[in-house]
Structures are given as structure tokens and as C-alpha cells.
């Protein structure tokens, strides 16, 4: 039997890359001790890897397809394909963003102002090739954790390091200088997996599914009757992806109308219905949009 070797990564992205592949429709479980989960699916295995490693397995053939964050395979220059962008993370959609942090009473102001400075980073190889190519001489070292504390105990005159908000850098005194890059979780393969027919079937399936079940993320369905005499008043209150469903309903006078709305918007958007005449407003978690 043909099967795929699956990459799930390994720490802050576990939970929600399971969670991901469940809306999708794959059930992943696995003991805490174990690095090797079990998938309802004959024709995938998994295994946990850390997503700074990620890319470097796919690229040597140990797994087929895994996720992980641009980051990292920049930071491995790895030789991958790109099969999707994933956009989510443990607690939103947004990027996370890689910078240059120095304490707030420090002189640096730009980029040029590091020459001959000491940079903490997990993030090694990217940044040294980052400054090499702005002809910025700085000594770049690798940080084990705790980064943030390096540079406000003075150990070293900056780090590199990945946020999203900013929070927990203002919280500690410390003042972004410069944005290297910005990151989000890819979908990747190895080439020779890539290039074999069944493995890039499957590998095409899986990316349809969690893309859907992506783009379902903060998304609900909504579905309501109106009356012939109120459609056309609903229908103009009415976002959707292209247009609204409308079907009509054993009474010639009456439609049933559906459509996918932002959960920021029902909470407004139903009251709006109601005083239009729209009836038997239902409103329906979707798992995936596609």
C-alpha cells in the first residue's frame, strides 16, 4: 500500500495543526510520550518533529509533506515545494513578524548603528545572511531561550526575535528597531514526493481540505425564510462569498434563502433580518469553505 509519511510540527503549533487536520477530516491522536500519532487514515503516517527541523526532513526524504513556518525554511534554506500557505497560528491568523529588539535606553536606531554589535537569535543563519547582505558586520550567536532577557540584562547589544502583538516586548522595556521578515505556516513537500503521482494526489487532497477548513475559520452559515414581498429588502442586507442561496419553498410565496456570513457580523446582522421579515433564522458552524 502507497503511503504518505505526514510532518506534524512539534510545540506551539501541535494542538493546532491537530485541531486543523480534524475540521478537515482527519482524526490525529497519539500518547504524550509518543512521537509517532496515530491518523484514521490507511494511507498516512505521522510523526512529530520540531518545526525548526521540519524542512530539513522533508528536503532529505524522511517525510513527504509536513507543516512549518517560512521562518524555518529560510532559516535551513531548504530545498522544498511550496504547496500552500497556511495562515493561522495557536491563537489567531495573524503573522508573526521577526525583529530587531534593543532595550528602550538603547542608542541603536536603524540597522546601521549594530556594526560591530552582538546579536542573540534562534534564528542564526537567516539574520547573519540578513546583515552580510547590507554590509553590516555583527556577531550573531545562538540563543537557547529566555532572548528577551539577554538584552535587557546587557549581555548582548540586540536580539532577533519572532512576535505577533509586541506585548510581551514593550512589557519588558525593550523597543523594535526593524522588521527582517514576516512568517506564517506552509504546507511542504519534498520533491521526489512531489513529483510521484499518487503521493501528489493525496498531497493535493490534504491541502483542499485544510484550506477549506481555513477559510471556514470565523465563518458561519445562515440560513432564514422570507416572504416574496421582503426579498429583495433581505437580499440587499445579505454578504456571501458570491451570492446567496435562494431556493423556493412549497408555498410559491415564501423562499429560503442561505449564505456564509463573518461570526463578527451575525450578532448585527440577525436583528437586521428579523425587522426586514426574514423567519425561522438559523445560524450553523461550518467546518470547511470550499
Not at 59 to 81: A, K
Amino acid at each position: 500500500m502507497n503511503v504518505l509519511k505526514l510532518g506534524i510540527p512539534k510545540g506551539s503549533l501541535e494542538n493546532a495543526t491537530i485541531d486543523l487536520f480534524k475540521k478537515a477530516g482527519w482524526r490525529i491522536t497519539y500518547d504524550s510520550r509518543s512521537y509517532f500519532p496515530d491518523i484514521d487514515d490507511p494511507e498516512i503516517s505521522c510523526a512529530l518533529v520540531r518545526a525548526q527541523e521540519m524542512s530539513r526532513y522533508i528536503e532529505d526524504g524522511h517525510l513527504d509533506l509536513g507543516l512549518t513556518g517560512i521562518d524555518w525554511i529560510l532559516e535551513n534554506d531548504s530545498d522544498v515545494v511550496a504547496v500552500q500557505d497556511l495562515v493561522y497560528s495557536k491563537v489567531s491568523t495573524r503573522q508573526a513578524r521577526w525583529v530587531l529588539v534593543v532595550r528602550d535606553d538603547s542608542p541603536v536606531r536603524r540597522l546601521e548603528d549594530l556594526e560591530g554589535k552582538r546579536i542573540s537569535t534562534e534564528l542564526v543563519n537567516f539574520t547573519k545572511r540578513y546583515f552580510a547582505e547590507k554590509n553590516i558586520n555583527v556577531h550573531v550567536e545562538f540563543s537557547w531561550g529566555a532572548t528577551e532577557a539577554k538584552v535587557v540584562d546587557g549581555l548582548v547589544d540586540a536580539i532577533v526575535e519572532v512576535t505577533e502583538t509586541g506585548s510581551t516586548i514593550r512589557a519588558n522595556k525593550l523597543r523594535i528597531v526593524h522588521e527582517l521578515m514576516r512568517t506564517n505556516t506552509q504546507l511542504i513537500a519534498n520533491r521526489a514526493a512531489w513529483a510521484d503521482s499518487w503521493k501528489k494526489q493525496k498531497i493535493e487532497q490534504i491541502r483542499t481540505l485544510l484550506t477549506g477548513s481555513l477559510l471556514a475559520m470565523g465563518k458561519v452559515g445562515v440560513k432564514m425564510n422570507v416572504s416574496a414581498e421582503n426579498l429583495e429588502k433581505v437580499m440587499d442586507m445579505l454578504p456571501s462569498l458570491k451570492a446567496p442561496t435562494v431556493s423556493t419553498l412549497h408555498s410559491k410565496d415564501w423562499f429560503a434563502v442561505e449564505t456564509v456570513v463573518d461570526t463578527g457580523v451575525v450578532r448585527d446582522l440577525i436583528p437586521r433580518l428579523l425587522s426586514a421579515g426574514a423567519e425561522g433564522i438559523i445560524e450553523y458552524p461550518l467546518n470547511k469553505v470550499i
